[in-house]
C-alpha cells in the first residue's frame, strides 16, 4: 500500500473529507493510520506517530518540540501517545513540519490547538499551513484535498536553526517533493554519548499525471531542488534518520506494534546515505520515464 502511494497512482487517491469530523479518507489512510505504541528512539527524543505516519516528540526542560502531524484523524493517537510517555500536549512549545500534504501536516491544526504550540515553517510552506489550501505549484496540485488550517504559523526567514530549552533543531530545506519541504536535524544525547538525528522530509517525485518533474511551468525548478535536497539530506551529520513514512528508514525492522525493538539497531551512520541514494536512483529513472 505504502509502495503504491510512494509510486503516485492516480487510482489510489480517492479522498473523501468528513465536514463534521475532522478525518480524510483515502486509500492507505486507515493502514497509515494504525495504531503504534510510543518509544524513546535515543535521549530526549520519542516517536509518536502512527504505524504509517511519523511523528516525533523532543523534550527539554524548556517546553517540547512536535515534528509533524500526519492526518487529522492522527491528532488524538499522536497526543495519547505524547501523554503514555510521561509528557503533557500543553508543555508542547513548537510543532514543525516537513511538508503540507494532507498526510504529514492533516493533524497540526488540532495538534495546536491542544497545545497552543507555535508552529514554524518555511516561507514556502506557511501561507499553505495558515490556509490549509493546496499549493498550486504543488507537484500533486490536482490529487491533494485541502487540510484544516492552522493557528499560530510563523515562517522560518532566514534562520539556520529553531531553539528551545538548549536544544538546536537544524533546517535543512528539501524542496522538490513539494516547493517548500523541511527536513530537520538535531542531537540527542545518552550520557555523554549525543548522536545526530535526521528527521527527513519525502524525497519521492511523487506527481499527478499532468505534471512533469523534467520542466514544469508549475514548478520551474522541481528537478534542481530535489536533487539538492537529496544530497543536502545524503551528506548531513546523521546517525539515526527518520524518514516521515517511517517504513523507509526500516523502523518497522527494528520495533514492533507494541513499541518494543532495540532501539540500539536504529544507529546506522550510513542510513541518510542509503536514502539519498535509493531516492536519487529513483528519481533519475524518473527523469528518464518522462522523456519517453
Ligand atoms: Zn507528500
Redesign the pocket.
Known amino acids: 500500500m505504502l509502495r503504491g502511494w510512494m509510486l503516485g497512482t492516480a487510482s489510489l487517491l480517492s479522498f473523501l473529507s468528513c465536514a463534521e469530523a475532522a478525518s480524510i479518507d483515502c486509500k492507505p489512510c486507515e493502514d497509515w493510520n494504525e495504531d503504534q505504541a510510543p518509544f524513546r528512539i535515543f535521549g530526549d527524543t520519542y516517536y509518536v506517530g502512527t504505524r504509517g505516519l511519523s511523528a516525533v516528540l523532543i523534550v527539554t526542560p524548556k517546553g517540547h518540540v512536535l515534528i509533524d502531524g500526519a492526518l487529522p484523524q492522527s491528532a488524538p493517537i499522536i497526543a495519547r501517545h505524547v501523554e503514555q510517555l510521561g509528557f503533557e500536549m500543553r508543555d508542547v512549545k513548537i510543532i514543525l513540519n516537513?511538508?503540507v500534504?494532507?498526510?504529514?501536516a492533516g493533524g497540526l491544526a488540532e495538534l495546536q490547538k491542544m497545545s497552543g504550540a507555535k508552529v514554524i515553517a518555511s516561507d514556502i510552506a506557511a501561507p499553505f499551513l495558515r490556509s490549509g489550501t493546496v499549493d498550486s505549484s504543488d507537484p500533486?496540485f490536482r490529487h491533494l484535498p485541502p487540510i484544516p488550517g492552522v493557528n499560530n504559523v510563523e515562517a522560518l526567514g532566514e534562520r539556520q536553526s529553531v531553539r528551545i530549552g538548549g536544544l538546536q533543531l537544524n533546517v535543512i530545506h528539501t524542496p522538490g517533493?513539494?516547493p517548500g519541504?523541511t527536513s530537520w536535524r538535531w542531537k540527542s544525547c545518552e550520557r555523554e554519548r549525543c548522536l545526530d538525528i535526521v528527521y527527513s522530509d519525502?524525497l519521492?517525485a511523487?506527481s499527478d499525471d499532468a505534471f512533469e518533474y523534467g520542466g514544469d511551468k508549475r514548478y520551474p525548478n522541481a528537478a534542481a531542488d530535489m536533487f539538492a535536497s537529496i544530497a543536502a539530506v545524503s551528506s548531513a551529520p546523521c546517525d539515526i534518520l527518520i524518514t516521515?513514512h517511517p517504513a523507509l528508514a526500516g523502523i518497522w525492522a527494528v520495533f514492533d506494534e507494541q513499541g518494543t525493538g532495540d532501539r540500539a539497531r536504529l544507529v546506522d551512520s550510513s542510513a541518510c546515505k542509503r536514502y539519498g541514494a535509493k531516492a536519487k536512483a529513483q528519481f533519475e529513472r524518473r527523469l528518464e520515464h518522462e522523456k519517453k
Open positions: 516537513s511538508h500534504h494532507f498526510d504529514h500533486q517533493h513539494t519541504g519525502s519521492s511523487v516521515a
